[in-house]
């Protein structure tokens, strides 16, 4: 399977399991994100599985688990995802970029 570097790939089954969810009203909590940190935990043995809004989200998460505050700094790939920045700035550490 192909996936583009831009472009969503977002196919029929996509579309319907979004509308399920939608229809349900049970955007942000439920039956669905219940069932999908369960499956993730199950998947990997065991620990824990928090569902996130976004990369950004997630990537935060990451910082504060891995005991980054404010005013640490972060080396980060000079060309990444604009995600990884706003993680780092939204946690108040400071980010610098390294060419690797």
């Known amino acids: 399977m192909h996936i583009s570097h831009n472009r969503p ?3 029929e089954n996509d579309k319907l ?3 399920k969810v939608l229809n349900s009203e049970q955007i942000a909590k439920g039956q669905n994100i219940q069932k999908l940190e369960e499956q993730f935990i199950d998947m990997h043995q065991g620990g824990h599985a928090c ?3 976004s990369g950004t ?3 935060y998460l990451l ?3 891995l005991g980054l505050n ?3 700094t972060i080396s980060v790939p ?3 995802c604009s995600a990884l920045l706003n993680a780092v700035n939204l ?3 400071r980010a610098i970029p390294v060419d690797v």
Do not use: M, Q
């Open 63 to 65: 910082l504060k688990h």
């Open 57 to 59: 989200s997630a990537i």
């Open 17 to 19: 399991a979004v509308n």
């Open 78 to 80: 000079s060309y990444s």
């Open 70 to 72: 404010k005013n640490d």
């Open 51 to 53: 569902c996130v809004s």
């Open 91 to 93: 946690l108040g550490a």
């Open 9 to 11: 790939d977002i196919n």
